[in-house]
């Protein structure tokens, strides 16, 4: 009798285990959610000098005003020294199926490397494109996960913005 009990007993804790993993997935935030907390993931991180949390963000095929980014390194050793404040003002995206579009002002705090000179500047409209990209949950689990692809900042607003004349 002792060794059914055992097995019943097994075979619950197993089921309630099942379940609760369930859960979770059901559990899902929504997309806007998930976009808004990986943005504000990357920005922290990019104030603590924390590449990876930035990284974790960006698309492989991430590109700035349609050039794209791709000297992943530089962006680790400017992330890691420069430690950048960047404070995007308004997060609402957009969600249309796999892509979704931000667009906010957003202030970049810092100083510019090349001249050593602190800023503080905010560029009235920078567009920001997501899109979900093949990714991993707990690292083993197979899920979309958003990725910043885009980002669109007007030439005339960074003109404006880093006005670096003395």
């Not at 202030?107 to 050593?116: A, S």
């Amino acid at each position: 009798m002792g060794g059914k009990v055992w097995i019943v007993l097994s075979g619950v804790l197993a089921l309630l285990i099942v379940g609760r993993v369930a859960l979770h997935f059901v559990r899902t935030p929504d997309d806007k959610t998930l976009i808004h907390e990986a943005l504000m993931r990357s920005v922290d991180a990019s104030r603590q000098g924390e590449p990876d949390g930035v990284l974790e963000l960006f698309s492989r095929n991430l590109e700035v005003n349609d050039i794209r980014v791709g000297n992943r390194k530089e962006m680790i050793d400017f992330i890691k020294k420069q430690k950048p404040n960047i404070e995007v003002q308004k997060v609402e995206p957009l969600v249309n199926g796999d892509e979704a579009s931000l667009v906010s002002p957003v202030r970049i705090l810092g100083t510019v490397p090349i001249i050593n000179r602190e800023i503080d500047v905010t560029v009235p409209e920078v567009t920001f494109v997501f899109q979900k990209e093949s990714g991993t949950r707990w690292g083993i689990v197979p899920t979309k996960v958003w990725k910043l692809t885009k980002v669109y900042l007007p030439q005339e607003a960074l003109e404006q913005a880093f006005d670096l004349s003395f």
